[in-house]
C-alpha cells in the first residue's frame, strides 16, 4: 500500500509484559515520528528518527519505552514491563522533510490489564 | 502552559451550514507551521490544511479554510456546506522552529468533537 502501515492494530497485554509495536513508513520518507494518543486527548510526541538516526527521545516517558529504526525504513516501538498508564493508541507517522505533512498510520491501540 | 488551545469540546451544525472551530497557539519562534488534522471513529489522522507563519494569505484547501490571525495567535479551521462525513474529531497542531532541535514534531491542542446533524 501506499500509506503509513502499523501493525497490530489492537494489542492487549497483561502488566509487566514486554510489547513490540511495528511501523512501515511510506516508501522514502526520512523522517519519522511516534506518538502517543491517551483516550479523548491529542497525540503527544515520543521519538524521532531522521533514517536510521533517533534525534529525539525526549517525549519518552520513562526508560521502559524503547524505539528503534536499524535500516531507516520499518520501525519498533517496544515497551517493557508495560504498566496500565501505557494504554493508548501509538500512532507512527512520516515525511519526506521537516516542512511537509505528516502522514499517519492508522495507530496501535494498546490495552494493558 | 498549553502550547495549543482548543476550546471547545464539542461542537454541533447542521449539514450544509458552516462552521468554525477555534485554535490558538503560544510560541515565540517566528517560524512556525500550522495544521489542522481530522480523526474519525476509525482513528486515522487525516491531514487537511496547512498555515506557514510568513504566508500572506489565509490557506484554503476546497471546503476547508484556515482563518489565520497572527497577532491573535489564533488558526481558526472553517467547514462550508458540512456535510455528514465531517463528524469527527478535529486537532489543530503546530510545528517550532525553523530546524536545530525541533525536527518538525507536531504539538497538539486536545481537539473538537464535531457532529453534523441531517
Known amino acids: 500500500g501506499a500509506g503509513v502501515s502499523q501493525s497490530p492494530r489492537y494489542k492487549v497485554a497483561k502488566r509487566g509484559q514486554d510489547v513490540a509495536l511495528r511501523c512501515d513508513p511510506i516508501s522514502g520518507h526520512v523522517s519519522l515520528f511516534w506518538y502517543q494518543q491517551a483516550l479523548g486527548q491529542g497525540p503527544e510526541f515520543l521519538t524521532y528518527f531522521q533514517n536510521e538516526a533517533q534525534l529525539d527521545k525526549s517525549g519518552l516517558p520513562s526508560d521502559r519505552f524503547f524505539a528503534e529504526r536499524p535500516e531507516g525504513s520499518v520501525s519498533t516501538l517496544k515497551i517493557q514491563r508495560t504498566q496500565q498508564e501505557d494504554s493508548a493508541v501509538y500512532l507512527c507517522?512520516?515525511?519526506?522533510?521537516?516542512?511537509?505533512?505528516?502522514?499517519f498510520g492508522p495507530g496501535t491501540r494498546l490495552t494493558v490489564l | 502552559a498549553q502550547k495549543i488551545t482548543q476550546t471547545q469540546p464539542g461542537m454541533f451544525v447542521q449539514e450544509k451550514e458552516a462552521v468554525t472551530l477555534d485554535c490558538t497557539y503560544d510560541t515565540s519562534d517566528p517560524s512556525y507551521g500550522l495544521f489542522w488534522y481530522k480523526q474519525p471513529s476509525s482513528g486515522e489522522m487525516i491531514f487537511l490544511i496547512y498555515?506557514?507563519?510568513?504566508?500572506?494569505q489565509n490557506a484554503t484547501e476546497g471546503r476547508y479554510s484556515l482563518n489565520f490571525q497572527k497577532a491573535r495567535k489564533s488558526a481558526n479551521l472553517v467547514i462550508s456546506a458540512s456535510q455528514l462525513g465531517d463528524s469527527a474529531m478535529y486537532f489543530c497542531?503546530?510545528?517550532?522552529?525553523?530546524?536545530?532541535?525541533?525536527?518538525?514534531?507536531?504539538?497538539f491542542g486536545q481537539g473538537t468533537i464535531l457532529t453534523v446533524h441531517p
Open positions: 498555515q506557514g507563519s510568513y504566508d500572506q
Open positions: 497542531a503546530m510545528r517550532e522552529g525553523p530546524g536545530g532541535t525541533s525536527y518538525g514534531k507536531l504539538t
Open positions: 507517522a512520516s515525511n519526506l522533510a521537516r516542512d511537509n505533512e505528516q502522514f
